[in-house]
Each structure stands twice: as structure tokens, then as C-alpha cells.
């Protein structure tokens, strides 16, 4: 069985990370049958999550483990897309990934307006001896990241308009359709289905809660995504608040 490595549940998500979303979309679209479990930087190949273990194979970063997963499980799943199809899907994939991915990053460790429930889910854990010098290193880290990515040399505001450029963007692409290309999923709707996840559904501050008022059809496929491949989703509220460290799913 695939044991899928995250961060666990947090903030009303599946995950916190869209990519570990990501993953998980992609197995429950192919029926493919896993486990989760919260998932250690250390134990991963590239010392990112999330990184799955399909019977001693380990594979990290959420495209190289989609690759692989299609390959050996799903290889008919993206048949019915055209090269042009593709090279929409990629270029919306790379979009939220690769820009939309940093913005959502300065918002949830770096804009004080909405941060302290990320601090406080992740460093709470943390010996309060000390956790300052903890807090310190990681929003260094993140820093660095969203620095080196080029949007953190730009002012907040500057940041969440590039930001509403790209959600703009895909609201205007997928429109009223059933899934990102058509009337059909594929391997793009799991990184189109975890962003658009994380703003719809997070139950923390968020500098895109204006999006979800203004974006019925970012609901509409949201609410498709959670009923047709997460079922239980609407039986959230009701479970215990202590989540299993390993989850088997079918």
C-alpha cells in the first residue's frame, strides 16, 4: 500500500500544503488505494513534503510523485487531453504552483494580519525555551524563499494584486466548466482542485477571503471535487478532534 507522507490536517484543510492536497487528489480520482501519515523533513528525499512510499520506493515533489503514479497506476487517465489541452494545463499548474504558491506563503508565515494561527499550529510543539530562536530561523527561512522567488522584494500590496491576477486568471478560464479542461478530469485538476481548496475552504484569516464571495464557480468545483472523490468531507465537523497518525483509505 502507498503511504502518503504530509503535515497532517490543519486549519478545516486536508492538508495545510496544496501540494500534499495535491497527491491526495490525484489517489482518490484513480481509485488508487494509500494511507496518510504526518511525514518527518528529515525522512524525505528532499527534505520537503509530501513524499510517498509505495512499498520501499520513495518518491518526493508532488509532480515527480504525480509522474509516477500516472506511470504505474493511471497511464489512460490524461488519454483524452490534446497536446493543446495539455499545454493549457501545464501553464495553469506552473501558474499556482510556481507564483500564486509564494503570495499564499508571505500570507500565511510572513503578513502579521493573518499569521499567528500558522505560528502558533506549528510551533506550538516547540519547548518555549526555545521556541523564539525556532520562530525566528523558520520565518527566516520562508523569507529567503519568497525572496528568491521574487515576490517578497515587492511590497504586501503589490504581492496579494499579483495574487488576484492569477486567481482572476483561472476563474476566467474555468468559467462554468465541469473541470479545469473540460467535461472530464485530469492530472491538472489536482493542483487546480488543492489551490482552489485552500482559499475556498480554510478556516483561518486569509488575505483571499474576498475571492470566495466573488467566485461562485471556485465554489462550484470545490463542492464537485469534495462529492464526488471525499465524501466524508461533510462528516468533518463530527469527528473527534484528535485525528489517527495513519489513515487508511480505499
Known amino acids: 500500500m502507498i503511504t502518503l507522507y504530509g503535515f497532517g490536517p490543519a486549519f ?20 488508487i488505494e494509500y494511507q496518510k501519515k504526518r511525514g518527518s523533513l528529515g525522512k524525505s528525499p528532499t527534505q520537503k513534503l509530501p513524499y510517498i512510499d509505495d512499498d520501499g520506493t520513495l518518491i518526493s515533489d508532488s509532480s515527480l510523485i504525480l509522474d509516477y503514479l500516472m506511470q504505474k497506476y493511471a497511464p489512460q487517465f490524461n488519454a483524452h487531453l490534446t497536446d493543446e489541452a495539455h499545454a493549457q494545463g501545464l501553464a495553469f499548474q506552473r501558474l499556482l504552483e510556481d507564483h500564486l504558491y509564494f503570495a499564499a506563503l508571505y500570507g500565511r508565515w510572513l503578513d502579521s494580519d493573518y499569521n499567528q494561527p500558522v505560528h502558533q499550529r506549528f510551533l506550538s510543539k516547540i ?58 478530469p485530469s492530472s491538472y485538476d489536482a493542483t487546480v482542485g488543492a489551490f482552489l481548496w485552500s482559499i475556498m475552504r480554510v478556516e483561518i484569516p486569509s488575505p483571499f477571503e474576498d475571492i470566495r464571495a466573488e467566485s461562485p464557480n471556485f465554489k462550484a468545483y470545490v463542492d ?27
Do not use: C
Open 12 to 31: 478545516g484543510l486536508l492538508d495545510p500544503s496544496p501540494f500534499v492536497t495535491k497527491v491526495e487528489i490525484f489517489l482518490r480520482m484513480n481509485g
Open 127 to 184: 519547548p518555549k525555551l526555545i521556541r523564539p530562536l525556532v520562530k525566528t530561523l523558520v520565518v527566516r527561512r520562508m523569507r529567503g524563499y519568497v525572496h528568491a522567488q521574487g515576490l517578497g522584494r515587492h511590497p504586501k500590496h503589490v504581492i496579494y494584486d499579483f495574487a488576484r491576477r492569477d486567481i482572476r486568471a483561472l476563474r476566467t478560464f474555468l468559467g462554468e466548466k465541469t473541470w479545469l479542461l473540460g467535461d472530464k
Open 224 to 250: 464537485r471535487l469534495a462529492k464526488t472523490y471525499f465524501p466524508e468531507v461533510g462528516e468533518k465537523k463530527d469527528r473527534k478532534k484528535s485525528e489517527p497518525e495513519t489513515q487508511p483509505v480505499t
